[in-house]
């Protein structure tokens, strides 16, 4: 066995500042939740707000690598957290068959207040490198499995809600929001981002951009900080 390559999608300067810095770190900047994921495995995805192109494939040929010199692959990954898990699903789906096993961590482990290994300390990655998990042939399937059935339908935002990782239309969310605006008549967008990351732990700054954009609200007070502005139904 070569030495272990942390597979993982965010927070590399707090890797590389823990115990970890010393094995392999594959870096996947990917934002899954807003992407059309169908092409991933040519190594590019779409963002859907924009035509923009994110490519992957200096990332796939470091894994191909690590694959090829026997490395334990071990993926950073979270049970609660949209972008994190949907990780984990490709990396299996990308790896089944070419590997018997993987390692997965999940962040929410060590503390569930950690929805991601995003917001955790280099301190905190390592303890949570000793609570690994051992994935073998069958389960790999079955997440990759997973991936498939998520990504037939590239329009689709993907959510926790009852625990399972599903994909629901954009308008789902964005009725929402724009019932929680109606219902305060006003609201700062720190508030909106606020309720909607605790809710289902996505982002939704790219939303409400997008309804300003479409009309169905507006600007009541702008701010040059986003996240300040206040905004109404239009």
Not at 41 to 46: D, E, F, K, P
Not at 126 to 147: P, T
Not at 175 to 204: A, G, L, M, R, T
Request: charged content about 30%; proline content about 1%; hydrophobic content about 40%.
């Amino acid at each position: 066995m070569g030495k272990i390559a942390e597979l993982f999608i965010a927070y590399k300067d707090e890797f590389a500042k823990s115990s970890l810095k010393n094995n392999e770190l594959i870096d996947f900047s990917i934002p899954f939740t807003y992407s059309d994921l169908r092409n991933i495995l040519n190594g590019t995805i779409y963002l859907k707000s924009s035509n923009q192109k994110i490519s992957i494939k200096d990332s796939l040929i470091k894994l191909d690598d690590a694959i090829k010199n026997n490395n334990k692959l071990r993926i950073w990954s979270s049970h609660v957290d949209p972008d994190y898990y949907l990780f984990l699903l490709f990396i299996c789906y990308y790896v089944k068959d070419k590997v018997d096993s993987i390692e997965v961590l999940y962040s929410d482990e060590y503390k569930k207040e950690c929805t991601s290994t995003g917001m955790m300390t280099s301190k905190e990655l390592d303890k949570l490198s000793l609570m690994s998990h051992k994935i073998g042939k069958n389960e790999i399937e079955e997440y990759a499995n997973k991936w498939e059935s998520l990504i037939k339908d590239g329009s689709k935002l993907y959510i926790f809600e009852n625990n399972e990782l599903i994909g629901v239309p954009y308008d789902y969310i964005y009725e929402q929001i724009i019932d929680f605006i109606k219902k305060e008549k006003e609201v700062i967008v720190v508030e909106i981002v606020f309720k909607f990351s605790k809710k289902y732990n996505i982002s939704v700054e790219y939303l409400i951009r997008q309804l300003i954009e479409d009309k169905k609200i507006k600007v009541l007070e702008s701010n040059e900080i986003f996240s300040k502005i206040i905004v109404g139904l239009s």
